[in-house]
Structure formats: structure tokens, C-alpha cells
């Protein structure tokens, strides 16, 4: 065997091989001695006699059980009959969850679309039938854009409990407008319905005298126009962080109740002699906003569950969705609640008469 350049890297070339061109699992899991010694020839441009291939497999097998790819009594890579396989390695992907996570970048809008390329790279051997994402590819031209950006500052600021300035409006179109100057302490990210939310302390708020467990609010991202670090001094919870996040996420049922002071458990009742188009009508609001069960009663006709929002129109036209239902009845367990939405329905009626 001539001692190329290249022939030295055989064994890396090896372990690369069965990394990258031997599956754990389903097709493509197994290979052939002529196979590695092909594909060393094609690398290296060297012929290897087949006793030094066994000999790096053992090689291989000592390695993989010093770093944990398989346990310490385990083979990584063994011989069945004429074929060669190799077990799981710990950390890998499996295929399923390979093609989970394209198919929720696919399903991103916002998430650059090479990054599905760089997992079929990864793992080429999961992908090479021609896999066909079940999701949309909408994204597939984005790159780079303002929201990775964003999302990469977001976390540098909660890794290092830094305070940020952040302009805060309204999407309109491509750009974002009516924006107010917010001060908020960053905690953390959330993600639901295709969109990032930032929790954080609204530090305004605090310096206003509101508790900083009552100060704390979820921002789209989506809505920042720009955000940056400030030298302000950081309101937050110390160890306690986590805790306090766990208590918000579960007392808050939707983003509307972060909407400020006006947030408010709503007691919600639907009633219906139809059981499908009660349980029709209960799904068209879950599918909107969280909610919490407070009766089942569905088999006889009612629901009772609590919401929790302020009195903001994007909650109006979620119940304004559910009212449309036929033979669905809907009471709202708050005078003030019912008098808001009375209003709205009284505005949305103007329309229709102009």
C-alpha cells in the first residue's frame, strides 16, 4: 500500500463513513467489506489490504465505547454474516426525528430554509428517497433576516440578564408601525401559533410601582421593530427565574391575558342540544387561545371553562367566531366583559348598515 498523504486519515475516513453512509436503523443500514474498500480507494487513492480494515474496526469499537457513542460492553460497529451494521449512537438523530425538525423549519416562515439542507447533509441517508416535507416551503428564499438576528440578541440578553430598549408597534405589511419605547428585562422565549414571544419585565412598570411578578409581559417578536442593550440595572428573580416563569406560563391561558392591567379569568359556558357542533364550537376557540376545563359535560350539553384575557379585539373576534356556530349558545360570566363585546358587535354592525 503506497503511504499517500491521504492514506494516513484511513482510519478517520472510516469512522466517517459509518457515520455519515451506514444507517442505525432502516435502509442503508448495513455494508460490505468491498464497500469501505471502495470507498477508502475513492479517498485516499491507495488500495488496503482487508486484515488492516479489520483491524481499524476494533480500533473504531475501543473508541466508540471510550467517548460513549455505545456503552462500554457493546460493539458500535459488528459483523452479521457478510454485513456490517453499527448501533444507534448516542446523540444521533433518528430518522423521525430528522424529519420533524425540517419539517417544522418548512413550516417557519421566518427560519432560513438552508437549514433543512444542512440536516439532510447530516444525515443524507434519511432524506436520499426523496423525502417530501408535509409542510409548506414559503421560507424557501428567505436568508438571514432581521428576525435571526433578533432571536440571536434576544438570548444573549437573557444568558446575560442584560436590560433592552426594544420599539414595540404593530405589523403593517412588511414593516411595523405605531411603535412605543418599551424598557423590559428579558426572562425568556416562548413559541405557539408560528410565532416567538418574549417574557420579560417591563421595567417602566416597575418604576411605576407595580411588583415585578405582576410586571412581567410577553412581547411578539415579530412586532419589535429594533431592539438593543441598554446600561440600566436588571430586574429580575435570581434563582427563583425559572419558577416564576412556570407559575406565569400556567396562569396565563393566552397572549391576550399579557395585554396589561385589563387582564381577567373569564368564566365562558356553552351550551348546545348538538353534542358535535358544541364540542365544533369549543375546538374553534382552543384552536385560538388556551382555556381551563371546568366542566365536561359535553355528552349533556355544556361546557364550562375559564379564559383569561383583557378586553382587546383579537379576543372579541374569537368569540364573535364561536357565536356563529348554529345551535350553540354562549353566556360570558362578566357584565363588564359582555358590555365590551356588546360594543364591538354594535361597531361591527355599523358596517354591515353603511
Known amino acids: 500500500m503506497p503511504n499517500t498523504e491521504y492514506s494516513k486519515l484511513k482510519l478517520l475516513y472510516l469512522y466517517h463513513y459509518f457515520r455519515k453512509y451506514v444507517a442505525a436503523e432502516g435502509p442503508g443500514d448495513e455494508t460490505t467489506m468491498g464497500e469501505m474498500m471502495a470507498y477508502l480507494n475513492k479517498m485516499t487513492g491507495a488500495e488496503f489490504e482487508r486484515k488492516s480494515i479489520y483491524s481499524d474496526i476494533d480500533r473504531l469499537n475501543e473508541f466508540a465505547r471510550s467517548i460513549g457513542i455505545c456503552e462500554p460492553d457493546e460493539q458500535w460497529i459488528e459483523l452479521e454474516g457478510r454485513k ?6 448516542k446523540g444521533d438523530l433518528t430518522s423521525d426525528e430528522a424529519k ?65 430598549g426594544i420599539e414595540y408597534g404593530y405589523v403593517l405589511g412588511s414593516g411595523i408601525s405605531g411603535t412605543t419605547s418599551k424598557t423590559v428585562s ?24 407595580v411588583s415585578k411578578n405582576k410586571a412581567i409581559r410577553t412581547y411578539r417578536l415579530d412586532r419589535i421593530k429594533s431592539a438593543r442593550i441598554l446600561k440600566k440595572p436588571f430586574i429580575g428573580f435570581d434563582k427563583k427565574r425559572d419558577s416564576v416563569l412556570e407559575k406565569y406560563m400556567k396562569d396565563s391561558l393566552n397572549e391576550f391575558s399579557y395585554s396589561g392591567s385589563d387582564s381577567r379569568t373569564i368564566l365562558i359556558t356553552l351550551r348546545s342540544s348538538d353534542e358535535k357542533a358544541l364540542l365544533k364550537a369549543y375546538t374553534a ?43 350553540v349558545d354562549m353566556t360570558i360570566d362578566d357584565p363588564e366583559v359582555k358590555a365590551a363585546f356588546k360594543k364591538y358587535l354594535n361597531k361591527a354592525g355599523k358596517v354591515c348598515r353603511s
Open 100 to 164: 420533524l425538525i425540517v419539517d417544522a423549519i418548512n413550516a417557519t416562515d421566518f427560519i432560513d430554509s438552508g437549514l433543512c439542507e444542512k440536516i439532510k447533509g447530516m444525515y443524507p441517508l434519511y432524506f436520499e428517497e426523496g423525502y417530501r416535507s408535509v409542510m409548506s416551503h414559503d421560507n424557501k428564499q428567505v436568508r438571514k433576516s432581521s428576525m435571526i438576528y433578533l432571536l440571536a440578541n434576544v438570548r444573549k440578553a437573557i444568558q446575560n440578564e442584560e436590560v433592552m
Open 84 to 89: 456490517y451494521k453499527r448501533g444507534e449512537a
Open 186 to 209: 428579558p426572562m425568556g422565549l416562548d413559541f405557539k401559533n408560528s410565532r416567538y414571544y418574549l417574557i420579560a419585565v417591563d421595567n417602566d412598570a416597575v418604576e411605576a410601582g
Open 285 to 327: 376557540l382552543t384552536d385560538e387561545m388556551k382555556t381551563k376545563l371546568l366542566t365536561d359535560r359535553a355528552d349533556k350539553g355544556e361546557l364550562k371553562f375559564y379564559v383569561e384575557s383583557g378586553l382587546v379585539p383579537p379576543f372579541f373576534n374569537i368569540l364573535f367566531k364561536v357565536c356563529m356556530y348554529e345551535n
